[in-house]
């Protein structure tokens, strides 16, 4: 019996994933309204009354699969915390941002989706868009976080919105790198991060931020 059981749950675990990679492979070429569970019972074979039991709804399942795609994404993004930095501010700031960039680009298929979520306007909003924004949320405060760390305490301590503001528009330039990476032929991206990250920099090192 207690084999049976296992065997159950481990099926039920494969249908779970199953859906999850069809309804992001779906989702991401079709959107938030294109996609709709006979596409994704089609490209499973499962019955809809299976992807209802695991989901409830097409929002629920939605959200689900942003949340899959994010927790796999940051399972191999590099995290804002490395074990030695470059003693250079303008070093580690290009450091941080390569590396957001190369973590950016590799078609993190949940970044896609939550931006086609928060351009849409609706009456009742989506769960998954609620979560998207969770995740930006988080992703601002480890960014702030970071920026505190390579600013003096001394320009923190006289302006305290500075890292908010700098975290901000630091995920403004990864969203723009990442429409043009998907919406264009990528050109020399390496290149031009590195001329964003050192003339901010070298801006922040001039009017005297540096750690």
């Known amino acids: 019996?207690?084999?049976?059981?296992?065997?159950?749950?481990?099926?039920?675990?494969?249908?779970?994933?199953?859906?999850?990679?069809?309804?992001?492979?779906?989702?991401?070429?079709?959107g938030y309204d294109g996609t709709t569970v006979a596409l994704v019972q089609e490209a499973t074979g499962l019955p809809a009354s299976s992807i209802y039991w695991h989901f409830g709804s097409k929002d629920q399942l939605l959200a689900a699969t942003l949340e899959h795609s994010y927790r796999s994404w940051r399972g191999t993004a590099p995290t804002w915390v490395t074990a030695s930095e470059p003693d250079d501010m303008t070093d580690r700031i290009e450091?941080?941002?390569?590396?957001?960039?190369q973590a950016l680009t590799s078609s993190p298929q949940f970044w896609s989706l939550g931006l086609l979520l928060t351009l849409q306007q609706r009456v009742k909003e989506p769960?998954?868009?609620?979560?998207?924004?969770?995740?930006?949320?988080?992703?601002?405060?480890?960014?702030?976080?970071?920026?505190?760390?390579?600013?003096?305490?001394?320009?923190?301590?006289?302006?305290?919105?500075?890292?908010?503001?700098?975290?901000r528009f630091h995920m403004m330039l990864m969203d723009g790198l990442f429409l043009q990476v998907?919406?264009?032929?990528?050109?020399?991206?390496?290149?031009?991060?590195?001329?964003?990250?050192?003339?901010?920099g070298r801006h922040l090192t001039a009017v005297g931020v540096a750690s």
Request: hydrophobic content about 40%; aromatic content about 4%.
């Open 1 to 30: 019996m207690a084999r049976k059981t296992e065997r159950r749950h481990r099926q039920g675990d494969e249908s779970r994933l199953a859906i999850l990679e069809a309804t992001l492979a779906i989702a991401a070429d079709r």
């Open 95 to 101: 450091r941080r941002f390569q590396r957001a960039a």
């Open 127 to 167: 769960a998954a868009r609620k979560l998207y924004a969770e995740v930006r949320h988080d992703t601002e405060i480890a960014i702030r976080d970071w920026w505190a760390t390579v600013l003096s305490p001394a320009a923190c301590e006289a302006d305290p919105e500075l890292t908010t503001r700098l975290a």
């Open 182 to 200: 998907h919406s264009s032929t990528p050109r020399d991206i390496k290149r031009l991060v590195s001329l964003m990250s050192q003339g901010l």
